[in-house]
């Protein structure tokens, strides 16, 4: 993997940049659309690429259970067996320690506020706290697989192994991200964990890597929730470990505003002539503010996981193709956006397939979606190019 910086803002922190893998070379800033289980739900690997998603992130927790790390690597790899044409990431594995864990029990998000509801003070994750459905050590964490019940144990050798099997071009160290109910003691403990794993998951991918015809680059992943000195901490600690590049995860604060002081925390002490990833942040109203921080690549499931529920991002918000408004509508999405779905379908067809329940409608939804949040991206490298972002 090669970065190069092309330009940096004299307004901000962001950049535009060109990362160059053995699958393809990605334009920076740039979303990176979740294909969970090697795949971007409802979309065929051809189609991927005509939304103009550059890279993809995989999951490697979902893609041990099923089909599981071996078969995909008697198959050649992630890209030949899903013949995926992007480069490709795989998570290590670290968001489910959160998703199955804290955030199932609490019901709460990355940022709290985005969640509805007040968690009472009783939720609150503190030392000794563990989650239900599984057990977090300083060795890794045992999960209960949400397949067949089987137990499981992820650490971060295993997950390493298990993602140099899956092949994708980069992948990530193990972590623990942390919920944004936990008090600061436990993000203590925490955060000594996940630098424990993130060592011994750079050094465990450099030993796989020798034998690699392909090498992988990893990202370091930063920690430390909302805390200020912890963030600095972790970014300066990350930094020095000697990653290909970083992840910033973990929970973000309580606010969208929150969100943003940990990054202008966070990305000043990493090395800038290595990418930056925000992990599991995008929502369209996020997209320039992450990117004034430094933030080159970003993971999100909004395009996908509402157009899989009836809603379409268009240029004055949002629609929402369940409401009968639209079953009589014979305007496209939207007029501006030049998708093939905006050029050859109405609004009122797509709102009777969804009336109809016939799965065509999310498969439509979710391919204009990803077209106008890649486009929006690519406005907003515009704005850097010319100078006024």
Not at 11 to 17: E, H
Not at 56 to 83: C, M, V, W, Y
Not at 275 to 287: C, K, N, S
Not at 330 to 345: A, I, M, R, T
Request: net charge positive; aromatic share 8%.
């Amino acid at each position: 993997m090669k970065f190069t910086i092309l330009k940096k803002s004299k307004k901000s922190r962001a950049r535009l940049g060109i990362l160059e893998t053995e699958h393809g070379v990605v334009e920076t800033p740039s979303l990176v659309p979740v294909a969970t289980r090697a795949v971007v739900k409802t979309l065929t690997s051809e189609e991927v690429k005509a939304t103009k998603s550059q890279i993809l992130i995989a999951n490697t927790f979902h893609l041990h259970l099923r089909p599981g790390e071996d078969i995909i690597k008697s198959q050649g790899g992630i890209h030949k067996f899903s013949k995926l044409p992007v480069p490709i990431m795989t998570d290590s594995g670290g968001f489910q320690v959160f998703s199955l864990g804290f955030g199932r029990d609490t019901k709460v998000g990355k940022v709290l506020k985005i969640f509805p509801g007040n968690p009472s003070t009783s939720l609150r994750v503190k030392i000794g706290s563990q989650p239900q459905f599984l057990k977090i050590t300083d060795e890794g964490v045992h999960f209960q697989s949400p397949v067949d019940g089987k137990k499981l144990f992820l650490g971060p050798k295993e997950s390493i192994k298990i993602q140099e099997k899956i092949g994708a071009d980069v992948i990530f160290s193990f972590d623990e991200c942390t919920s944004p109910l936990s008090d600061r003691k436990y993000i203590e403990e925490s955060l000594k964990r996940t630098h424990i794993w993130a060592k011994i998951s750079l050094t465990e991918a450099l030993r796989l890597r020798s034998g690699r015809k392909l090498p992988q680059a990893i990202f370091g992943i930063v920690q430390g929730s909302s805390f200020k000195d912890l963030r600095e901490e972790s970014s300066r600690y990350i930094n020095s470990l000697g990653f290909d590049g970083y992840g910033i995860g973990g929970d973000l604060g309580s606010t969208k505003e929150d969100m943003k002081n940990i990054l202008s925390w966070t990305t000043p002490h990493l090395n800038e002539n290595k990418p930056r990833h925000l992990l599991g942040i995008g929502y369209l109203e996020d997209i320039e503010a992450i990117i004034k921080q430094g933030v080159d690549l970003f993971d999100c499931t909004v395009p996908t996981h509402y157009g899989r529920r009836g809603i379409a991002f268009v240029s004055s918000g949002k629609l929402n193709l369940r409401q009968a408004i639209y079953f009589k509508d014979k305007k496209p999405l939207d007029k501006n956006c030049g998708c093939d779905v905006c050029n050859n379908y109405s609004r009122s067809y797509i709102s009777h397939l969804f009336k109809a329940e016939e799965i065509t409608g999310m498969r439509l939804l979710t391919f204009h979606n990803l077209y106008f949040f890649n486009t929006f991206v690519e406005g907003v490298r515009e704005k850097i190019k010319k100078g006024i972002l």
